[in-house]
């Protein structure tokens, strides 16, 4: 929802300080990335440690885009990247939030988080799948910048921890749905 309304806004705002930035966006990718990934070893153990190191990662993730834009650096081989490190980062981050429940013994909690992994996967790939098949897929409730958003808060903000992962579980199948009706709907309207 987040990206298909406001998807490069903050390309103008971010446009100087992007062209300052000499480093090639794949290498703020894997830095992201890397970044996700200590954040995940540190969230079973400090939560608020780790949700900060998520919004930092994320951050990467805006940065990297709009380095490629603004600098002319756009790339298929880049697009890529990103899109398979963000798996990756997803996957850390429910798996460091499921062990944290199971940790405390709240293995209700630990089954969201591994079903808000298998959700977040579903969505992605409703949308990898579209486009592979030429079909434009942005719509839903639950994209990763709302995913993102609401787990480091919610790691952040303990007590909006367990809300936090509800919602984006939930969110991100009726995500799901809703991009399996659209590219229904983008189907027959093509036929």
Not at 72 to 99: C, H, M, N, Q, Y
Not at 169 to 188: C, D, E, N, P, W
Request: net charge positive; charged share 15%; with cysteine.
């Amino acid at each position: 929802m987040i990206s298909s309304r406001w998807g490069y806004i903050l390309d103008k705002p971010l446009a100087s300080i992007a062209r300052r930035i000499k480093v090639s966006p794949n290498l703020l990718s894997a830095s992201g990335f890397v970044i996700t990934v200590a954040a995940a070893s540190l969230i079973p153990y400090s939560l608020v440690a780790g949700g900060i190191l998520v919004t930092i990662g994320g951050c990467f993730d805006v940065l990297d885009g709009v380095v490629a834009r603004v600098n002319g650096k756009t790339s298929k081989f880049g697009a890529f990247l990103d899109s398979v490190l963000d798996r990756f980062s997803d996957a850390f981050i429910f798996f460091a939030i499921a062990l944290y429940f199971h940790m405390a013994e709240d293995d209700l909690n630990a089954l969201a988080a591994i079903f808000g992994l298998f959700g977040a996967f579903g969505v992605s790939y409703a949308r990898a799948k579209a486009e592979g098949l030429g079909y434009e897929c942005r719509v839903g409730l639950m994209e990763r910048p709302e995913r993102i958003i609401l787990l480091a808060s919610g790691c952040i903000i303990n007590i909006l921890l367990v809300p936090a992962l509800w919602i984006v579980m939930f969110g991100s199948y009726i995500t799901i749905v809703q991009r399996i009706l659209h590219v229904r709907k983008s189907v027959a309207g093509s036929a």
